[in-house]
């Protein structure tokens, strides 16, 4: 699951700097900043329930 989380960050992060790069784009590296900010929250909530999930067993 962290390899997934991992190639999501690096594909949002090239597509932030892409955006911010060329000024027509700009709207892409805010769209790349919602989805780092969206996939690491995912990602810590998907954590956070697995470890929850453990402890009860």
């Known amino acids: 699951m962290w390899a997934v989380l991992v190639i999501l960050l690096v594909v949002w992060l090239i597509l932030t700097v892409v955006g911010f790069v060329f000024k027509g784009?700009?709207?892409?590296?805010?769209?790349g900043i919602v989805l780092i900010v969206g996939t690491i929250v995912w990602g810590a909530l998907r954590s956070a329930r697995a470890?929850?999930?453990r402890e009860t067993m």
């Not at 784009?25 to 769209?31: E, F, H, R, T, Y």
């Open 25 to 31: 784009l700009l709207w892409l590296g805010v769209i």
């Open 51 to 53: 470890r929850r999930k």
